[in-house]
């Protein structure tokens, strides 16, 4: 086996080529058992790397760590305990939740609806998708800064477009959830709908001219064709609204900070208060770790259910 | 292939899909990562205080050739002073570097800083109430050793020309109950506000009005100057979701009411914003903000109250001097040259107590140039060049009695009134909260029940379910 290796180098010194008919040339066992341990040390440190901020916050969870605590002891699950025992903490789960869901299904329809009608090339379509993609650039934070002042009764565009006055409160306790919302579906149906749009653009043509010629409408094409064809790439865009909103914070925080009250305190901006502003570690890790219980649960539903669409539309599964 | 390696794959597949999806669900965790800011925080306790090391006679020059670097926030003080550096430079020989961020996420960045012990920052601007959170673990410089070493602090410092309130108000020992101006001295004053009220003088006199003096006539005049059919109301002040709700106007009239926000029983701090006088004071309040405040009044920070004032749509502010007196400057807002300031109702008994806000110079326990941070805190806090700071033309209120009396008095001829309400409160000017180290939670959770008050909440049982949360947390 050296003989062969030496040998190799020797000609390769030489200029001369690899051995002719003498097969595949050997490499040594133990280089050839190490390799995949090579292989996979860039993916180990990224994983590392990526895990050990996570498993440090979830370690965080079980200790009593706060500024005023700089020696914590592990508590087991105290934390979770005070946590879930907290009315507070159930309002933003239930703030949380509506949140996701009412931001994630008006993005959807909307985005699925404004996906449909640029498809239909036309000058004003083009121009409207460049247009539509501005909100995308635009940082949450910024956007939030941004409606604060729309919103504002002294003085924003709002109330005066509306004919509202300086009486009408965006952000009071029974506005601000949904007011909220408004933003976020301001700055995110542009992204289900290119995402869709791009879903729309990649089908294949043959089944609607198929259709065509068998005098199919348009209503019956769109139901019966396209919707489970697109399936696949409107659930990876609910998904991907889905695991957002639940971890909102920018615009949210920007606006209200959770305010009126408790009206619009998400679990972020629970873990936020906790953690930055009160200096409770332990706490806000709880929060943080239920979150990600949360999100992870979820996202593992939803991508079961969008395996399923794209076989489904792979005609693999019916 | 054979079921037992399709069983492999297969369950690699499972691994791969799990940890798929833990990377994806994780990024549910950037605040987890932020949770982690004391990863170095292991151990407590400060570092040692370098006072002691510090040995003969005083020199500007002693730590000539040192770099240090200070953390601030653009305010009129930073921006008053950086100038100035290049002054400090060529007394010293130290060379600074001031890194600025936003105010809005300025104790962010150095909560998370100090928890980190990094010292990167050598001093750093901070309010007294923060020394209540930042102190016990450690991560402050006790700068009384340095003020008491004539090695390391000039004769000519004088630090009792800064007002006692200032001095009382960045000095505690940590333990609840305890007053303020027992302990360290955990940063050194070096501007201030106190909470009075500005108003439009153009339309009380348009008006033939003049402020009000009692909590009752100051209440009936905020409604009578309200117009929402002209987009004008009576009074602004802070209404947000933030401790700093409730510091400025609010504590200091609910002060000159007689209330308390907590006593002291049996070693136990008991929180008192539920006594009668407090509910009754606390409903008024909102009872104001509701008929002559700002229409989204919970969302309303201290930006949004002057800003209102100079745009001459609130006719009066019930906040901090300095945050007011800019906005009289010429050309600084569209009511500029019409703006005045009084002190604000007094109290049943003629207490004009008002609560203070102090920024602060501070350093850094982790910081390796402690003397250069000390020479750079002294020179900053000194008489000299504060005096040249509030000549900047935006220092207000310096924190010395000599610096006010001559400089900055010579500010003051287009500001009416801001010089008498000076005088009238300043004695009666100090941090008129009880110390406790839960201070930012509790505090927010007193801005919430107003703002749940606010929505509809019966005050009584509200400002009860505050105090019992509050009593398990400060004494906790």
Redesign the interface.
């Known amino acids: 086996m050296t003989t062969t290796v030496h040998d190799r180098d020797t000609r390769a010194r030489r200029g001369q080529g690899p051995r002719r008919g003498g097969g595949p040339p050997t490499v040594p066992t133990w280089r050839r058992k190490l390799r995949p341990y090579l292989l996979s040390v860039p993916a180990l440190l990224i ?1 590392v790397g ?1 895990l050990y ?2 498993v ?3 370690y ?1 969870a079980f200790l009593n ?1 706060a ?2 605590r ?3 002891v592990f508590v087991g699950l105290d934390n979770f305990k005070t946590v879930l025992s907290d009315p507070i903490f159930w309002t933003s789960v239930r703030v949380t939740a509506i949140y996701a869901l009412v931001a994630t299904t008006v993005e959807t329809v909307l985005g699925v609806g404004i996906a449909l009608l640029l498809n239909r090339s036309s000058l004003i379509g083009k121009v409207f998708e460049r247009v539509l993609i501005l909100p995308l650039m635009i940082a949450p934070v910024i956007a939030g800064v941004i409606w ?1 002042l729309m ?5 924003g565009i709002l109330n005066h477009v509306f004919g509202l ?9 029974k506005t601000a959830l949904w007011s909220v919302i408004l933003v976020d579906i301001w700055i995110f149906t542009p992204f289900v709908a290119i995402l869709v749009l791009a879903g729309i653009r990649s089908l294949p043509k043959e089944p609607f001219e198929a259709s065509d010629v068998d005098g199919a409408s348009w209503f019956y094409q769109f139901r019966r064709l396209m919707l489970p064809m697109m399936w696949p790439y409107i659930l990876v865009a609910v998904i991907f609204r889905f ?1 957002d909103s ?2 909102i ?1 920018d615009h949210v925080f920007v ?9 619009t305190r998400t679990l ?1 901006i629970g ?3 906790d ?7 332990s706490i ?2 709880t ?3 239920l ?2 219980a ?3 649960l ?3 539903y939803l ?1 079961s259910v969008l395996g399923k669409a794209q076989r489904r539309a792979a005609g693999s599964e019916t | 292939m054979n079921d037992m390696s399709s069983r492999r794959l297969s369950s690699r597949r499972d691994f791969l ?1 799990v ?1 798929g ?19 170095g ?5 400060a570092a040692k205080n370098g006072a002691a090391d510090v040995t003969g006679s005083f020199d500007w020059k002693k730590a000539k050739g040192q770099k240090i670097k200070i953390l601030q926030t653009p305010h009129p003080y930073q921006q008053s002073f950086q100038p100035l550096l290049k002054e400090f430079t060529a007394k010293t020989g130290i060379e600074v570097t001031a890194d600025l961020v936003p105010e809005a996420d300025y104790f ?1 960045k150095l ?2 800083e100090l ?1 980190g012990k990094s010292g990167e920052h050598d001093v750093f601007m901070t309010g007294a109430y923060f020394i209540w ?2 102190g ?3 991560w402050m410089e006790d700068l009384k050793p340095w003020l008491q070493n004539d090695s390391a602090t000039s004769q000519e410092y004088a630090f009792d020309d800064i007002y006692e309130g200032l001095r009382t108000a960045t000095s505690w020992d940590f333990k609840p109950g305890s007053p303020l101006g027992t302990g360290g001295q955990w940063a050194i004053p070096w501007g201030f506000e106190t909470n009075v009220v500005a108003y439009n003088k153009k339309l009380f006199d348009s008006k033939g009005i003049k402020p009000a003096d009692t909590w009752d006539d100051f209440q009936q005049l905020a409604v009578d100057l309200t117009d ?2 002209n ?1 004008r109301y009576g009074v602004s002040f802070r209404g ?4 700093a709700t409730i510091h400025p106007g609010f504590m200091t009239q609910y002060t000159r009411m007689g209330c308390k926000d907590y006593t002291s029983e049996g070693g136990n701090l008991k929180a008192a914003m539920n006594s009668p006088e407090a509910v009754t004071f606390t409903k008024q309040w909102v009872d104001l903000a509701k008929k002559a405040g ?3 009044w ?2 309303y920070e201290y930006p949004d109250c002057t800003r ?1 004032l100079g ?1 001459g ?1 609130a006719a009066m502010v019930y906040d901090a001097d300095s945050a007011t007196y800019p906005k009289n400057k010429p050309g600084a807002s569209k009511q500029a040259g019409n703006l005045a300031w009084s002190p604000g109702p007094a109290g049943p008994d003629g207490s004009y107590a008002t609560n203070l806000w102090t920024w602060s110079l501070a350093m850094n326990s982790a910081s390796k140039k402690k003397l250069a941070a000390w020479l750079f805190i002294q020179w900053a806090t000194g008489k000299e060049a504060m005096a040249q700071g509030v000549k900047q033309g935006a220092f207000a209120d310096p924190t010395r009695k000599s610096v006010f009396d001559s400089a900055f008095k010579q500010t003051l001829g287009d500001f009416p009134g801001y010089l008498d309400t000076f005088e009238k409160v300043v004695p009666e000017t100090k941090i008129q909260f009880t110390p406790q ?2 201070f ?2 509790t505090t ?1 959770d007193w801005a ?1 029940a107003l ?2 008050i ?3 909440k019966d005050a009584k049982s509200r400002l009860d379910d505050l105090a019992k949360s509050s009593n398990s947390k400060v004494n906790a």
């Open positions: 994983t990526i901020p996570f440090l916050g979830a965080y760590y500024a005023v700089p020696n914590p604060r919103f504002n009764p002294q003085f006055g300086s009486t009408f409160n965006w952000l009071s306790t695991m639940l971890k914070f606006l209200t900070a959770g305010g009126p009250g408790t009206t972020q873990a936020y208060e953690s930055i502003i009160n200096l409770n570690y806000g890790s929060y943080m770790f979150l990600w949360l999100v992870f979820t996202a593992r991508v | 899909r940890v999806l833990g990377g994806l669900s994780m990024a549910a965790l950037p605040a987890l990562n932020a949770c982690g800011v004391g990863t925080g292991g151990s407590s306790g962010t909560n998370t928890a959170q930042y016990p673990p450690g929402r059919s987009n947000s979701k933030s401790w700002p229409t989204s919970t969302t209102d745009d749509t180290t839960s930012f939670e927010e919430v703002q749940d606010y929505s509809g």
